[in-house]
Structures are given as structure tokens and as C-alpha cells.
């Protein structure tokens, strides 16, 4: 009973990957409400990517907000031991 099971869970994990290279995504529910988003890998990477750089340009405004700036020249003097 127990290996029917894996491998029936194996069988439907196959399918559902196939079903992402084809539609791209696929989303999951529960009672009708949403569980779980499965994404293919390209898609979720770049996903990623742009949410690393949002995250920068958001800490990038709060160091504005919080006065942490500074002038071309001081900043480079204080990266200057990276910029060699």
C-alpha cells in the first residue's frame, strides 16, 4: 500500500512539472482556495532577480529618508578601500 502511494505521488509530481513546462504556472488549491503556486524555474529566477533589485532601491530610498547620503567625493573616499 504504502509504495502504491509514492508511487502514485511520483507519477502526479511528473505530470504536474510537465504541466508547468507547457502553461508555465500552476496554482494549487485547497477547499477552493489558493494553497500553492508552482512555477517553472526560468520564470520564479527571474522573479528573483527583480525582487533583489527592488529591495535595493527600496533600501536605497530609506538611507535617503534617514539622511545617510553623501557626496560623489566622500563616497568615494569612504569606498575607496573596495575600489582599488
Known amino acids: 500500500m504504502k509504495s502504491d502511494l509514492m508511487n502514485a505521488l511520483k507519477k502526479r509530481a511528473t505530470e504536474m512539472i510537465a504541466g508547468l513546462q507547457s502553461k508555465g504556472r500552476i496554482l494549487r488549491t485547497r477547499h477552493g482556495e489558493?494553497?500553492?503556486?508552482?512555477?517553472?524555474?526560468?520564470?520564479?529566477?527571474?522573479?528573483?532577480r527583480r525582487l533583489s533589485v527592488i529591495e535595493g532601491i527600496a533600501l536605497g530610498e530609506q538611507a535617503v529618508n534617514d539622511g545617510r547620503i553623501y557626496s560623489r567625493v566622500e563616497a568615494k573616499r569612504r569606498l575607496s578601500k573596495w575600489l582599488r
Open 34 to 48: 489558493p494553497a500553492a503556486h508552482l512555477v517553472s524555474f526560468a520564470p520564479y529566477d527571474e522573479l528573483n
